[in-house]
């Protein structure tokens, strides 16, 4: 038998990456998420953005996508913005945000579970059903996915939450620095 070193390092960045509060990249993916209302999760920061609730459905997609892959799910897939970053109404209420993190909350133990029934590493080289890319990558491609989407939920949170806190500034076209900061001005998309 092969050992799993590689693979409880694997584990354990997946655990880091989601929950841990000494992560040294910054916050987890549950710090960045503490705090969030569903006001907040539910706004954009400007059209054509996505909202933090966007992204956590996202985020719950792919981990989904992980898990049926592991379990040798040949056809699932990702095809549409709808299975990818949810067909949400334009207000997210309680109830519907607290179902986007349970569910984002149970697909990251569901993928722990599924990496728990591993006893070797040998899995991490074979190629993925229905990708040309290995176990090895798509695991780390998950935690460096997290990562990218953390920082934005962050950026995003701090933002609605100056917009939204009665700043002199949130109804204008700058913020406090005088760089545009919405209103209505063509902004690039970088989410």
């Avoid at 989904?64 to 040798?72: A, E, L, P, T, W």
């Avoid at 002199?168 to 076209?173: L, M, Q, T």
Wanted: with cysteine; proline share 4%.
């Amino acid at each position: 038998m092969v050992p799993n070193d590689e693979l409880i390092r694997i584990i354990d960045l997946l655990n880091t990456t989601y929950e841990s509060e000494e992560a040294w990249h910054g916050p987890s993916v549950v710090e960045a998420l503490r705090g969030v209302t569903p006001d907040v999760a539910g706004r954009r920061i400007m059209p054509n953005t996505h909202t933090i609730a966007e992204l956590v459905f996202h985020m719950t997609s792919w981990r989904i996508f992980c898990v049926k892959k592991m379990q040798g799910d040949v056809d699932f897939d990702i095809t549409t913005p709808a299975k990818d970053f949810g067909a949400l109404p334009d207000k997210i209420d309680d109830f519907e945000w607290e179902a986007l993190e349970m569910e984002l909350s149970l697909s990251q133990e569901e993928l722990i579970n599924e990496l728990d029934k591993r006893d070797d590493d040998e899995f991490l080289e074979d190629i993925v059903p229905g990708r040309d890319y290995t176990y090895y990558d798509m695991l780390h491609g998950i935690i460096n996915h997290d990562m990218y989407h953390t920082g934005q939920i962050v950026i995003l949170k701090k933002a609605l939450t100056f917009k939204t806190a009665g700043s002199r500034f949130a109804d204008s076209d700058e913020d406090e620095y005088g760089s545009p900061f919405g209103g209505g001005r063509e902004q690039d998309d970088y989410y």
